[in-house]
């Protein structure tokens, strides 16, 4: 009974606070949500740390100015090599390949802390790129597969709300920057001790119900299990579409973000006289209000749908990042925080989407697939920025253009893909293969997926 009640603590007060979710939470639940939360803040911690050092980086190892957004650019296509780990996690499990990846990015953080050149930076970042991205879609599909439809988007939103804590951990480390041994370099090593935590907290984590049962229906079917399959099996289904279009939209989302992302704290710093400690505090009162921001966002998807939340927040990003670098005094501040707070909303949608829209067997997979499209229009955008201020000889003209591309994506969604809050999985997408059977079951799934 004391257990119990433990457990019902914290939704207790969220209670108070209407932040609950709509269903308790089980003791499981609550460990997958603990294992989610701190592998999304290690990984925004390792990302949010990029844009930050950036500058004394380009210092330190001698950069040109033209080419500082195509090194965050060239670092995030890391993402990419996350596709194979997708695959081999839904050919070998989620837990499995979650170990590997824990261990992977503790080497590619502790190469970045000593690399020595351009190229080595890049390279680590690579990798480290790959690891977090591949970690972090990992533990979402673990908290989408064991929870209540009607809680998915509300852990979402936690999750995003871990993101801006781990947004401002690493806000908060900057400010020491002046005063640490090796100066950015010691911020990389601390991220370790984070990544060691995720790495104990997994060790008590068990393989998922429903991949489990996928696994074992596609065994008795004699389906079997290939390095490339999933990719040929879901380009080849009736999920082709809403992967096109997914991953459109988060192409287009990388390309809006990308060049704001990377030159925040090089604006900051070089335009606006902002000091390291000044960035922290600006990037602790943003996060503190992205924190209840991404909550709201994930409980106003699942209370008004999926779609009209995500134009709202993908509008309200673009007028912050032009707010914010072209913007003058006081009103920088609040265009920054406007920018961060809808960035994070329109994550925690675009994710829900990603997770709910394809069956257990190829989730992994669909989710590997439009991380390379987002990362792909990611990298553009940074490799944009450097040729729009090579003629335009403004950084912050140039991010404000890149950004007024973001309203975009909701246009391309539009009646192309359906509205999953508060429907179960089996609903929204059922597998072909294993739910329907019987002459004529293919094309109800087709029609249903209509």
């Known amino acids: 009974m004391s257990a119990q009640n433990n457990i019902n603590q914290p939704t207790t007060l969220l209670t108070r606070l209407r932040l609950s979710p709509p269903e308790p939470l089980s003791a499981g639940q609550l460990q997958i949500l603990l294992l989610l939360g701190f592998s999304v803040a290690v990984g925004r911690y390792d990302s949010e740390l990029l844009s930050l050092v950036i500058p004394f980086v380009q210092a330190d190892l001698g950069?040109?100015?033209?080419?500082?957004?195509?090194?965050?650019?060239?670092?995030?296509?890391?993402?990419?090599?996350g596709l194979f780990l997708g695959i081999l996690a839904d050919r070998f499990g989620r837990i499995r390949l979650l170990g590997f990846t824990i261990f992977g990015l503790s080497l590619a953080t502790a190469a970045t802390a000593f690399a020595q050149t351009p190229a080595q930076f890049v390279a680590a970042q690579f990798w480290a790129r790959a690891f977090v991205d591949a970690e972090s879609g990992l533990v979402v599909i673990f908290a989408v597969e064991i929870l209540a439809s009607r809680n998915r988007g509300w852990v979402l939103g936690v999750g995003a709300a871990f993101a801006a804590l781990g947004s401002g951990v690493a806000a908060i480390a900057f400010a020491l920057i002046d005063d640490l041994p090796g100066g950015w370099r010691?911020?990389?090593?601390?991220?370790?001790?984070?990544?060691?935590?995720?790495?104990?907290?997994?060790?008590?984590?068990?393989?998922?119900?429903?991949?489990?049962?996928?696994?074992?229906?596609?065994?008795?079917?004699?389906?079997?299990?290939?390095?490339?399959?999933?990719?040929?099996?879901?380009?080849?289904?009736?999920?082709?579409?809403?992967?096109?279009?997914?991953?459109?939209?988060q192409s287009i989302f990388g390309f809006g973000v990308a060049s704001a992302f990377a030159l925040q704290s090089k604006h900051l710093i070089e335009n606006h006289?902002?000091?390291?400690?000044?960035?922290?505090?600006?990037?602790i009162l943003g996060g503190a209000l992205a924190i209840f921001g991404n909550l709201a966002g994930g409980l106003l998807a699942d209370r008004f749908g999926r779609k009209p939340i995500l134009g709202l927040f993908l509008v309200l990003t673009s007028l912050g990042i032009v707010g914010f670098y072209l913007g003058k005094g006081t009103a920088v501040v609040a265009?920054?925080?406007?920018?961060?707070?809808?960035?994070?909303?329109?994550?925690?949608?675009?994710?829900?989407y990603e997770a709910e829209l394809f069956p257990t067997r190829q989730r992994a997979t669909a989710g590997s697939v439009i991380s390379i499209a987002a990362t792909l229009g990611f990298a553009t955008?940074?490799?944009?920025?450097?040729?729009?201020?090579?003629?335009?000889?403004?950084?912050?003209?140039?991010?404000?253009?890149?950004?007024?591309?973001?309203?975009?994506?909701?246009?391309?969604?539009?009646?192309?893909?359906?509205?999953?809050?508060?429907?179960?999985?089996?609903?929204?997408?059922?597998?072909?293969?294993?739910?329907?059977?019987?002459?004529?079951?293919?094309?109800?799934?087709?029609?249903?997926?209509?």
Do not use: C
């Open 186 to 249: 010691a911020l990389y090593i601390a991220s370790l001790s984070g990544i060691f935590l995720v790495a104990y907290m997994r060790r008590r984590i068990p393989e998922t119900t429903r991949f489990t049962h996928a696994t074992q229906a596609s065994t008795d079917a004699g389906i079997e299990p290939r390095l490339i399959a999933p990719v040929i099996a879901l380009f080849q289904s009736s999920y082709r579409h809403r992967l096109v279009t997914l991953s459109l939209v």
């Open 335 to 352: 265009f920054w925080i406007l920018y961060a707070f809808s960035q994070f909303a329109v994550g925690i949608i675009l994710t829900a």
């Open 273 to 283: 006289g902002f000091e390291p400690a000044e960035i922290t505090i600006l990037f």
């Open 63 to 81: 950069m040109e100015d033209h080419m500082v957004a195509n090194l965050v650019g060239l670092s995030k296509l890391g993402v990419i090599a």
């Open 381 to 450: 955008g940074a490799f944009s920025e450097g040729h729009l201020y090579t003629l335009t000889g403004n950084h912050q003209i140039a991010v404000a253009m890149l950004a007024l591309s973001l309203p975009i994506a909701y246009f391309v969604i539009g009646r192309s893909l359906p509205e999953t809050a508060n429907r179960d999985l089996d609903d929204v997408s059922p597998d072909p293969d294993h739910k329907l059977k019987g002459p004529g079951k293919s094309i109800q799934v087709e029609e249903q997926l209509a």
